[in-house]
């Protein structure tokens, strides 16, 4: 079993940053991928960002240059920094790992005020 404890949400005015965080523990194998999704209210799930244990990346277009995944292997740990915060990134972001399977964790709301 991988559990997934995320933080870092909250209320932001718009333009502003945040940076979510998300940490594994458990049975972890040394290769996987980490990343966010996100859900916004009557929306379908979205991938945001996705980052592997060798640090290759993948951004949805919405966000390329505004936000930055990183990851700590380490720490088997996810970030996610979140600058130029527009109101349209409201949404609950969900935390995963792909290991033997995928893991989620339980969502933190990312509230964007205009």
């Known amino acids: 079993q991988v559990q997934l404890v995320e933080s870092g949400g909250g209320l932001v005015q718009a333009g502003g940053s945040l940076r979510l965080s998300c940490a594994a523990s458990?049975?972890?194998?040394?290769?996987?991928?980490m990343g966010w999704y996100r859900q916004a209210p009557g929306k379908q799930r979205e991938l945001v960002a996705t980052?592997?244990?060798?640090?290759?990346?993948n951004y949805v277009d919405s966000v390329k240059g505004r936000f930055t995944i990183s990851r700590d292997n380490a720490k088997n740990t996810v970030y996610l920094q979140m600058n130029s915060l527009k109101p349209e990134d409201t949404a609950v972001y969900y935390c995963?790992?792909?290991?033997?399977?995928?893991?989620w964790g339980q969502g933190t709301q990312v509230t964007v005020s205009s």
């Open positions: 995963h790992i792909d290991t033997s399977r995928r893991y």
């Open positions: 458990g049975i972890i194998l040394p290769f996987n991928t």
């Open positions: 980052i592997t244990t060798g640090g290759t990346t």
